[in-house]
């Protein structure tokens, strides 16, 4: 039987089978995709195989992944974390007011999923408390990432539920970011009432130092679909990238590549730099360079302690 994992308590799984039961399985020792080190050996999202024997599930077989997400387990392991897998989207919620969001977090959370191979949507939210100021200010906004190529939509979940975003979510795994108060629970809720997402709360436990054991989660959308919940873990805006590879998740400096006149060019004071050259003619955008730069140096910058998904 098929079966996707919705749930992973370390050693034992809930899987929603494809007759629409959701049963708790094992997973068959040894059992292991080829080339991952990674503690967990099923992770939430993972499409797998499932045998029925004498009423006991057992896990038999994990399909390649499309994508996923990873954490060392420690800072100094080898060894890795997959929170999940499979992911087909990631929602950044974003304010320009009452939080405010800036382009150096968004610029994290998407350089973050790039490096992931997970596609993000970026949904302006709370407009009704913008002024002609800030409405400006988004409208640049839009213009810069929809450049890049990123969907972007905007919204006052208060107020109504644009038509397409809620269709975002049909049929598609999606994980929802953002700082905290940007309306991630407005909006889970909105999908799914009742849907109480516990990102918000254990992070900030989190950010006091307390451990969490808490485990990711898949939720099912009435609708189809489903949100992934991944309490405690601030799987995005860190990013785990060589600094000799950033370049290649900042979408407009990826199709420049290939110009720079150094194959191992890194885009700082390099001659012949073809992104250099482009952020001089303006077709690269400031706040973006100075995102690539503050990412390339390691700076993590103040608003790290509210990054989570
Ligand atoms: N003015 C306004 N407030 C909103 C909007 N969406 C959510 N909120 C409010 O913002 C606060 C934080 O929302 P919440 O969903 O808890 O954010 P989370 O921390 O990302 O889960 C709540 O008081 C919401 O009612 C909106 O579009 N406009
Ligand atoms: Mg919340
Ligand atoms: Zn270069």
Redesign the pocket.
Known sequence: MNGRVLKSTGSNYEVLLENGEVQDCRARGKLRLKGYRSTNPVAVGDHVDVDEVEGEYVITNIHTRDNHLIRKATNLSKESHIIAANVDQLIL?I?LK?PNTSCGFMDRVLVSAESYHIPSVLVF?????LDEHDMQRLEDLIVLYRGLGYTCMS?????DVPKELIALFKNKVSL?S????????????ILQPGLD?K??EVSSSFNKGKHTTTFAQMYPLADGGFIVDTPGIKGFGVVEVEPKELSHYFLEMRELLPECKFNDCQHIIEPGCAVLKALGQGKIAESRYASYLSIYRGEEGPYRKDIYV
């Open positions: 919620l304010t009452s939210n709370k407009i009704d408390v919204a006052s979940l208060l107020e929802l953002g700082h905290s108060g940007v309306g991630k629970s407005t909006l889970a809720n997402l990102t918000a």
